[in-house]
């Protein structure tokens, strides 16, 4: 089965640019997270869906950011505009439905952001 | 405020050696699981464990999870340079990991 599949894996824009990312999760995970990776702050929980439905988006650094899910095998993150603070790896992870409650994620490789 | 705190931060020691990483917290988790992450990939899945004092071993590596579930570790047997990569522990609570900051592992040949 393929994995949590992303794209771009690389992105370099200019600041005030819209950049939208993309995911698609393992097919019949229930829950989508979004994380965003820098050395300072480490792993960072951005926002997390649970069938196609945002459950926590306390993690959004500001308006600037927005996720949608449309569909179980799509999601979206957007920054507009973009700026140099924004340079980060951004990561979609998938996660089933676990009756265990181990709440075991799934990484795809991540998108390289650079805001110039 | 990090709920779990892993240490070290970074360990570089010599290949054949042996090595513990630790993850605590003063939370109960419901799920604890250890990550390896290399560089430009994502984090990979190594184990989960979800009982307290639960021992499960990958080949020369050891987990462990704290009876009152609240820590964990992870001991590295005879460490080769393949195990190099940022290793990180992360809680099970409310469908969300909390995750630890990551040890920085690097194994010399």
């Known amino acids: 089965d393929a994995g949590v599949i992303q794209s771009p894996r690389h992105e370099v824009t200019e600041m005030g640019q819209e950049v939208t990312l993309r995911c698609k999760p393992i097919s019949g995970h229930d829950y989508l997270f979004w994380y965003r990776q820098t050395m300072m702050r480490g792993l960072e929980l951005l926002i997390y869906?649970?069938?196609?439905?945002?459950?926590?988006d306390s993690g959004m650094p500001e308006d600037r950011f927005s996720a949608k899910m449309p569909n179980a095998s799509f999601s979206t993150l957007k920054i507009q505009p973009s700026e140099p603070r924004d340079s980060a790896v951004y990561f979609c992870?998938?996660?089933?439905?676990?009756?265990?409650?181990?709440?075991?994620?799934?990484f795809g490789p991540g998108t390289r952001l650079t805001v110039t | 405020t990090q709920l779990l705190e892993q240490s070290p931060q970074f360990l570089s020691i010599q290949e054949g050696e042996n090595l513990t990483v630790y993850c605590n917290s003063s939370?109960?988790?419901?799920?604890l699981q250890w990550y390896r992450q290399e560089p430009g990939e994502g984090p990979v899945l190594l184990v989960t464990?979800?009982?307290g004092g639960e021992v499960k071993k990958l080949k020369r590596l050891t987990f462990q999870f704290g009876d009152a579930r609240k820590d964990s570790s992870l001991h590295i047997t005879a460490a080769q340079p393949g195990d190099t990569g940022l290793y990180l522990c992360a809680g099970g609570r409310n469908y969300q990991l909390i995750w630890g900051a990551g040890t920085k592992l690097i194994i010399k040949p």
């Open positions: 869906f649970n069938n196609n439905v945002p459950i926590d």
């Open positions: 992870a998938s996660s089933p439905l676990d009756r265990r409650s181990t709440y075991e994620q799934y």
């Open positions: 464990v979800v009982t």
């Open positions: 939370s109960v988790f419901s799920s």
